[in-house]
């Protein structure tokens, strides 16, 4: 049970990963999402990601070791830096909703 616990950090840095990936997507193909929509999709995509190969015994809970963690935590940088560069290029109405938080 106690072993389950190394599943946290996944699902934070795999939906960290996740929303700057979903937003240069929104960016590309100039799609008008809102930003708690793509934060759903983040959060369910990342939860999905670890429990169905989990589930399906594609992989086991020995895999998820520190590496891969920090994989994700240096994909989410770099994604969002790519979104950073493109926010001037191909503005969203969901840069004005993130101002205002």
Do not use: N
């Not at 589930?55 to 994989?71: C, E, G, K, N, S």
């Amino acid at each position: 049970m106690l072993h389950g616990l190394i599943l946290i950090p996944y699902y934070f840095f795999g939906a960290l990963a996740a929303l700057p990936l979903l937003m240069i997507v929104c960016r590309v193909i100039r799609l008008k999402v809102p930003i708690h929509v793509l934060v759903g999709i983040a959060i369910a995509s990342s939860v999905g990601g670890i429990a169905l190969p989990l589930i399906l015994d594609l992989v086991d809970l020995q895999a998820f070791t520190a590496r891969p963690m920090l994989l994700l935590g240096l994909a989410s940088f770099v994604l969002a830096a790519i979104d950073g560069l493109l926010e001037p290029v191909l503005p969203l109405p969901l840069d004005k909703e993130l101002q205002q938080l």
